[in-house]
């Protein structure tokens, strides 16, 4: 993994969608995230949502099944939503790692029309095995889902939106790849401390005069 960079989001943004705003820059500084963009990455309804959905920051992270850095951040995640009753966790479902981690989003995103995403979610990423489409549906049997549904559900389109959408904010940001964690203006790739994620929330918080 390359070393982690904070990267202001203003001063990132490579290949624009056309679906997506463009950036200013400004001489010293970038300016701030437009207010569209910050919608599409906070606000998707087809994201899932942890934390306190009324928080008064939104922390979004980018992450794949098969990272094993996403992976070492789920107990960071975890300890910083107890310690934290004001923040909103957005998970935007980025798989970059091939087939198997695009099976484990789709099957990760249907569990949510069966009320188990949380723990299907950790037991994905608790798993030593490499993501994949058996891998993915023995834990979908050992949580009690409905693996006939979930197929199906799959399919739908909400979850070739979520995905698509995914990929297309992290190349208009131009993200670095998984796991990237965004707050405020800024994003941070890589794995962080308890204390690292704080301090990010809290500069996103600064920023946005929350």
Same mark, same amino acid.
């Given at each position: 993994? %390359? $070393?982690? @960079?904070?990267?202001?989001?203003?001063?990132?943004?490579? =290949? #624009?969608?056309?679906?997506?705003?463009? *950036?200013?820059?400004?001489? /010293?500084?970038?300016? !701030?995230?437009?207010?569209?963009?910050?919608?599409?990455?906070?606000?998707? %309804?087809?994201? !899932?949502?942890?934390?306190? %959905?009324? =928080?008064?920051?939104?922390?979004?992270? *980018?992450? /794949?099944?098969?990272? !094993?850095?996403? @992976?070492?951040? +789920?107990?960071?995640?975890?300890?910083?939503?107890?310690?934290?009753?004001?923040?909103?966790?957005?998970?935007?479902? &980025?798989?970059?790692?091939?087939?198997?981690?695009?099976?484990?989003?789709?099957?990760?995103?249907? $569990?949510?029309?069966?009320?188990?995403? &949380?723990?299907?979610?950790?037991?994905?990423?608790?798993?030593?095995?490499?993501? #994949?489409?058996?891998? +993915?549906?023995?834990? #979908?049997?050992?949580?009690?889902? /409905?693996?006939?549904?979930?197929?199906?559900?799959?399919?739908? !389109?909400?979850?070739?939106?979520?995905?698509?959408? $995914?990929?297309?904010?992290?190349?208009?940001?131009?993200?670095?790849?998984?796991?990237?964690?965004?707050?405020?203006?800024?994003?941070?790739?890589?794995?962080? $401390?308890?204390?690292?994620?704080?301090?990010?929330?809290?500069?996103?918080?600064?920023?946005?005069?929350?």
């Amino acid at each position: 993994m %390359p $070393s982690r @960079r904070h990267l202001l989001i203003g001063a990132t943004a490579l =290949g #624009a969608s056309a679906a997506l705003p463009a *950036f200013a820059q400004g001489a /010293d500084r970038p300016n !701030p995230m437009p207010e569209d963009l910050r919608k599409a990455i906070e606000r998707d %309804p087809n994201a !899932p949502v942890l934390g306190n %959905p009324e =928080g008064n920051l939104t922390l979004t992270e *980018f992450f /794949d099944y098969n990272c !094993p850095f996403c @992976r070492q951040m +789920v107990g960071v995640v975890q300890q910083l939503i107890s310690s934290d009753p004001q923040l909103r966790v957005v998970y935007r479902e &980025w798989p970059v790692f091939g087939e198997g981690s695009e099976f484990a989003a789709r099957a990760s995103l249907a $569990s949510l029309r069966q009320g188990k995403y &949380w723990q299907f979610h950790a037991a994905l990423m608790a798993m030593k095995d490499r993501a #994949a489409e058996a891998s +993915v549906m023995r834990i #979908a049997r050992q949580i009690g889902l /409905d693996v006939t549904k979930l197929r199906a559900d799959m399919e739908r !389109p909400e979850i070739d939106e979520h995905i698509t959408t $995914s990929f297309q904010l992290a190349d208009h940001m131009g993200l670095m790849g998984t796991p990237t964690f965004i707050a405020g203006d800024e994003a941070v790739f890589g794995r962080m $401390s308890l204390k690292e994620a704080q301090d990010l929330v809290a500069r996103g918080r600064k920023t946005l005069g929350v």
